[in-house]
DNA sequence: GGCATGATTATACACGCGTATAACAAACGG
DNA sequence: CCGTTTGTTATACGCGTGTATAATCATGCC
């Protein structure tokens, strides 16, 4: 009498393939790029070990996959923000801004991630190549944001800007989710808020009234 | 005639282990995490692996003194910034941010090797504790600086100016180490000192004779 | 200059890793 | 309802990992 082998069903590539990208990205995020192993994403994603080499070549596959779905998911989450807001150029700039502080994109577990596959983006062009486009992309909607604003502005200066706002976007967002009892309820998107407004030479602050979870939180 | 027992010198305990830190951060810089094997840092130190476990006592424990060695350095290279420079208020802020924008600590590997560390700094407190004190310190100093410069200032008003500025350079300092081919050369400080100065409301390009590297490069 | 000390090397072990391949069974067409 | 296909499981292999322990020899002391 030996143990009865495994019941299983049939499911559809696409499903199996998010399954088994969303248990390595959990895993990372959880316990760095050593817990994702070959064993332990397959027991998360409720498959056996061999199945992943079914669906991708190899494990390094299956990381560059994780890696390019978490990309896209974030990016997709800023641009989500600005789709239902108000058409005001300072709302919309605000509404981008506070998405990207705020869960889930502040979110420790994402930072891990994140940095997780680090070494990996420099030394394999793919995810490179994946990493540039996310963060060009990231950036280029923070330009045409600014863009639309109501000023004047030099010629270059509105890259530059761009540029800023998100290494300080960037920024916040690591610390915040690195360090959250370090700062108040709120504090990362008002000073986030305020420091661009302070660059761009504008007041977001006076456009925040739509946004969610923004009653009475300024330090 | 088997190979000969290999020659070796005794050398101090202080010698030893800084090799062994230095080695398992070299490796880290270059490769990842899992570059740093207990094999790979043994031979970049020019030991044997059994060694490390006479220093460590554990390979944990060696990871955790590589990080406590990085976190002090960069906080300390900061500090070397603003000590030769001169009296002003501006200058001595100008010269603290430039020092952070430009290599040694603007460095791919440098970036590599603090993302890699990041899952384990959360998982394990006593590294969270050194996480902490590093970036408190050096968000500290940046608050001191602020404090000295000529300005009226509200209360509370610098804690969240040197948080902003803090995350600004963090953020300019992974993205123009990561991606150095898509800033022109001193854009990276350009940008910080000129965003620090709109947070702030003053002006520090007018305050960066005296720095190194910076004849014509504002782009 | 021989001897004790312990820093350093050498060897071995158990374990978990990613991978390869064979056995099985769930779903589907006829 | 049988046969084929192929998604899925099961098993095994080789390798590298961190660790433990024994052997050795460089060094300082008397």
Redesign the interface.
């Known amino acids: 009498m030996q143990p009865a082998r495994r019941l299983y069903r049939r499911e559809s590539e696409e499903s199996r393939r998010s399954a088994l990208i969303s248990a390595t990205q959990e895993l ?1 995020a959880e ?4 817990a994702a192993t070959v064993r332990a994403i397959a027991e998360r994603a409720g498959v056996t070990p061999g199945l992943i080499r079914h669906y991708f070549q190899s494990k390094d596959e299956l990381t560059r996959a994780a890696y390019r779905a978490l990309m896209d998911g974030m990016t997709a989450k800023g641009s989500d923000a600005i789709e239902g807001v108000g058409a005001g150029p300072e709302e919309r700039l605000a509404a981008f801004i506070a998405a990207s502080l705020r869960p889930p994109v502040l979110d ?1 577990g994402a ?2 991630l994140w ?2 596959y ?6 394999d062009p793919d995810l490179m190549a994946v ?2 486009a996310a ?2 992309a990231y950036r280029d909607t923070l330009q045409k944001l600014i863009e639309t604003l109501p000023r004047a502005t030099r010629p ?1 200066q509105t890259r ?1 800007e761009a ?2 706002c ?7 967002w ?2 915040g989710s ?2 959250p009892v ?2 108040a309820p709120g ?1 990362i998107i ?3 808020l ?2 661009v407004s ?2 761009l ?1 504008l007041d977001l602050m006076a456009h925040t009234s739509m946004l969610p979870d923004f009653g009475k939180s300024l ?1």
């Open positions: 990372v316990g760095g790029p050593e420790a930072v891990v940095a997780g680090m070494h990996k983006v420099r030394s990493h540039e963060y060009l270059g530059a540029i800023a998100n290494a300080l976007i960037d920024g916040l690591v610390e690195l360090l370090t700062f504090e008002t000073i986030g305020s420091s302070a660059i030479g330090p």
